[in-house]
Structures are given as structure tokens and as C-alpha cells.
């Protein structure tokens, strides 16, 4: 069975800030951290450093060791990270996050937020109250579809990004088994 959920610590530049955080896609959602996406812990403190990571074949073990963790003493966490990376080195690279993905997903985070602020704004309040034929809910679903429309142009990217080396080679047998 392939490993499909992930506990992850980030740090900032000087290491005196530790995010604990639990994903079934870790490439996707360091990437995402990197890009700056969401606006809370990770992006006030500036933590985009992977330091340590652990991997679990279910969500719910994940969620589990992520409890845990967030339990523990802050010289504990230290500890944790500093026998598996002593240096506190960065590891996005290494586990696939790339500048081109890091962008890819900027780009399509702010496609989806222009489309939706256009969608919002473009009635005004006044015309959200009045019902004039499109209701601000029939709006919203429309800029939901325009921002999902944008994000299947970018999938062809995104499956070349998030797929592992092992991924791509099954990828490939499996087309050529069905091409013969």
C-alpha cells in the first residue's frame, strides 16, 4: 500500500519558530506554504522551511502523531528534528517541491481569487439585495465553475509536478501496456 498521509514541521530562517502540520499530499501542500496561500501561522511567521516529516499509510495515524506532537515539549520537537536533520536543512527540493510548482500554484490560487472578486464585486452591494435576474449565490457559483474551468487547464502541469519518479514509471508502463 502506498504511503498516503504525512506530518510535516516547518521552521522559518532561524529556526525558533516550528509549525506542525498533517496532508495526504505533502508536495502539493509545502508547495502551497511556500507560494504563500494562506494567510495564517506559516505566512506570519515565515515558516517554509521543511524540516522533518514523517509518513503513515492512513490519514488517521497522521492525525494521531500530529496530536501527539503538538503535545510535546518545544525542546522535545527540537530534539525530533535535530536527530533526523541535524543541520535543520530544508528538504522541499529533495522531496520534489520546485520553484515551477511553487508558481504554478501562486498562479492558480490568484487566478481563482481575481475570478472570484470579480464575480463579488461586480454587482456592488446594492445589486447583491435586489434580485435582477442572477442572484449573488448563482454569482459565486459561476465564478466557483470559471476558477474550476482555470484549474483543469493547469492539471496537465500539476500531474507532471506532483508525480514521484516511481509514479511516472508506472505511468508509463501502464500507457504502453495499453497501447500494445
Known sequence: MKEQAYIYFLSNAHNNVLYIGVT????????????????????????NKLVYYETFKLIVDAIAREKQLKNWKREWKDKLVT???????????????TNELIEAIRTMYDRH??????ST????????????????????????????N??????????KLFLSDFDKQMLKLKENNESN
Open 83 to 97: 536527530d533526523f536533520n541535524h543541520e535543520w536543512k530544508d528538504f522541499s527540493e529533495e522531496i520534489g517541491v
Open 121 to 148: 464585486s461586480s454587482k456592488g452591494i446594492a445589486g447583491q439585495a435586489r434580485n435582477d435576474g442572477a442572484t449573488c449565490n448563482d454569482e459565486h457559483q459561476i465564478a466557483n465553475q470559471k476558477a474550476e
Open 24 to 47: 495526504n499530499d505533502i508536495i502539493r501542500r509545502i508547495a502551497e506554504h511556500k507560494a504563500k496561500i494562506n494567510k495564517g501561522f506559516t505566512y506570519k511567521y515565515n515558516c
Open 113 to 118: 481569487a481575481e475570478l472570484v472578486s470579480a
Open 150 to 159: 482555470e484549474f483543469e487547464l493547469y492539471r496537465p502541469i500539476q500531474d
